[in-house]
Nanobody, 128 residues
Framework: QVQLVESGGGLVQAGGSLRLSCAAS???????????VAWFRQAPGKERDFIVS????????RDVDSVKDRFTISKDNAKNTVSLQMNSLKPEDTAVYYC??????????????????WGQGTQVTVSS
């Protein structure tokens, strides 16, 4: 079992940057080993959408076109943390951002239904 806690959200002007972090804890010292971790976001009245994911072991990643070249996922093994660096933010990036984890083998899941563990979410608001 894995517990995830996001941090780093806030209010930023268009064109600015934010860095979100997701700290993992669990029964072992390496709780995300063997997991795929991902970031999703959900705007008011909309579905929860996939943004980017990373296989913890292989570090292979996958993202969507809307964030390509602007958002970067990374991990810190020592801190059991996965981060999302968001640059060149746009008003349409405004949403609650969630990190998620699941045992998917070497797959990099893009559907919310594939993920078992979720953080509580952190609000990102981009003003124009």
């Amino acid at each position: 079992q894995v517990q995830l806690v996001e941090s780093g959200g806030g209010l930023v002007q268009a064109g600015g940057s934010l860095r979100l972090s997701c700290a993992a804890s669990g029964r072992t010292f390496d709780p995300l080993n063997g997991y795929t971790v991902a970031w999703f976001r959900q705007a008011p009245g909309k579905e929860r959408d996939f943004i980017v994911s990373m296989n913890w072991r292989s570090t292979s990643t996958r993202d969507v076109d809307s964030v390509k070249d602007r958002f970067t996922i990374s991990k810190d093994n020592a801190k059991n943390t996965v981060s999302l660096q968001m640059n060149s933010l746009k008003p349409e990036d405004t949403a609650v951002y969630y990190c998620a984890a699941a045992r998917l083998g070497l797959r990099i899941g893009v559907s919310a239904g594939e993920y078992e563990y979720w953080g509580q979410g952190t609000q990102v608001t981009v003003s124009s």
